[in-house]
């Protein structure tokens, strides 16, 4: 969604963060998980204080709405 979300705080881009985070657990052994963001390109530079939102969550809300367009009327 890289171009297509805007900020709502400051009207900036959005861009797409994917973070590794290193793991260690009984279970497991050591792993890698990632976590995938959406974050305010101003908020990287530390000019607005907009949260990072969850990739999942905004892919989601998007596949729902488009689910319900219809395309005979946008054609």
Same mark, same amino acid.
């Given at each position: 969604?890289? *171009?297509?979300?805007?900020?709502?705080?400051?009207?900036?881009?959005?861009?797409?963060?994917?973070?590794?985070?290193?793991? !260690?657990?009984?279970?497991?052994?050591?792993?890698?998980?990632?976590?995938?963001?959406?974050?305010?390109?101003?908020?990287? !530079? *530390?000019?607005? !204080?907009?949260?990072?939102?969850?990739?999942?969550?905004?892919?989601?809300?998007?596949?729902?709405?488009?689910?319900?367009? !219809?395309?005979?009327?946008?054609?």
């Amino acid at each position: 969604f890289n *171009g297509i979300c805007r900020c709502a705080r400051c009207g900036e881009a959005m861009y797409h963060s994917v973070v590794v985070a290193k793991r !260690d657990s009984k279970k497991k052994g050591k792993f890698n998980e990632e976590y995938r963001y959406i974050r305010c390109i101003a908020e990287r !530079d *530390g000019l607005c !204080d907009n949260k990072a939102l969850k990739y999942e969550v905004v892919e989601q809300f998007v596949i729902e709405h488009i689910k319900n367009l !219809d395309f005979t009327q946008i054609l």
